[in-house]
């Protein structure tokens, strides 16, 4: 069996390498084609001797070299690019890339499915499968990274918002930031970082222990406790007030804004009511709101609001002094929502 050694740090890769009689700079060499180049192909890593490449193909692969792009869908203006990603164990994960005038950002998937079952994604709707490791997380920036060579730049942002809830594989996607802050690596800052969560209170709670500025997302969606118990069934074990509290607290441990995400559901959550409510939980909270107007998951049956309603809900947290903003859209012609390519896909295989 040969060994992977993508996600390696390069004291690892040493000590792997080394072990097959390779010399000390030669892994230094390597982690510089696959971090800081993005090559992948052994044979390609120019200024390695060919017994050194014959003995890495021998002893060695590397994760993106494994995954398998089972599908790809661009958007028509050329700015959204989405994977669908087949891993080695024949699990398949979505994975996003977006261009901003500001850099490139990639949105990545945390867990094979998952397991909180918010009634409006079809990433939640067969449960999770397994845990994402930190490669394999890793490995999603890399692929972008890979594409993004011939243009001289490489992925700036991430944001841990595909599918899964990354509070419930919180070592994995650590040890991938980690790994992407580096500066032998991307180099890329914290504050450049997203981790978004349903509100899972124990992981917000481990993230402001870490003491690293990831900024913080919470999918709040709806202020009903009902409602959002309906629509999120996590609101049952961690309700949105305790998980406010909780997001405040992180906020004042680490300075950072919080986002909540309010996705607007026609006739469900987009109401004047629901909207004063919303700002009566967030006035003088160190806090913005990014509102997202449905992608209509068919499985699912939810509308998106007309633009009338989204602009009457955002003027309503606007009046009440809530920094909120309406998410420009990215991908609307592409299957943009977190799971709709990978449920679609399912969907063809079994009638094949
Ligand atoms: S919205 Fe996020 S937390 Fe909810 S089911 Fe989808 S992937 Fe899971």
């Not at 690892?12 to 097959?20: D, G, R, S, V």
């Not at 164990?89 to 994975?95: A, C, I, L, M, W």
């Not at 006739?267 to 919303?278: G, R, W």
Request: hydrophobic residues 40%.
């Amino acid at each position: 069996m040969k060994q992977d050694i993508f996600g390696l740090t390069i004291e690892e890769l040493q000590a792997a390498l080394t072990a097959k009689g390779m010399k000390t700079f030669r892994a230094k060499q390597v982690f510089q084609w696959l971090y800081q180049k993005s090559v992948f192909d052994f044979s390609a890593m120019r200024n390695l001797s060919k017994a050194d490449i014959a003995l890495l193909e021998e002893n060695f692969t590397v994760l993106p070299r494994r995954i398998a792009v089972l599908r790809e869908q661009n958007s028509s203006d050329g700015l959204t690019s989405k994977l669908l990603l087949g891993l080695p164990d024949g699990n398949s994960v979505e994975t996003v890339l977006m261009r901003h005038d500001y850099g490139c950002s990639v949105c990545v998937s945390s867990q094979v499915g998952c397991d909180m079952h918010c009634a409006f994604c079809a990433s939640g709707l067969n449960g999770a499968v397994r845990n994402l490791s930190a490669a394999e997380i890793i490995a999603q920036v890399y692929l972008f990274n890979e594409r993004l060579r011939g243009e001289n730049t490489m992925v700036s942002r991430v944001v841990v918002m595909g599918s899964g809830e990354p509070m419930l594989n919180f070592d994995a996607v650590i040890g991938a930031l980690d790994f992407l802050h580096r500066e032998d690596t991307c180099l890329m800052s914290y504050r450049n970082m997203t981790i978004s969560t349903c509100g899972i209170i124990p992981g917000i709670r481990r993230l402001a222990e870490q003491g690293k500025p990831i900024n913080l997302a919470v999918s709040l969606h709806a202020v009903r406790s009902e409602l959002r118990t309906s629509l999120m069934p996590v609101n049952k074990g961690f309700p949105f007030a305790d998980v406010i509290t909780a997001a405040e607290a992180y906020s004042e441990a680490g300075g950072r804004q919080v986002t909540y995400e309010y996705i607007l559901l026609k006739d469900k959550n987009d109401s004047v009511q629901d909207a004063e409510l919303l700002s009566n939980y967030l006035r003088f909270k160190h806090a913005s709101v990014n509102l997202i107007p449905a992608n209509p998951v068919p499985e699912q049956g939810f509308e998106r609001p007309s633009r009338q309603r989204v602009e009457r809900f955002l003027k309503i947290l606007q009046k009440n002094r809530i920094n909120a903003t309406v998410r420009k859209e990215m991908g609307k012609d592409i299957d943009a929502a977190c799971g709709q390519l990978r449920a679609k896909f399912a969907k063809e295989q079994e009638h094949k």
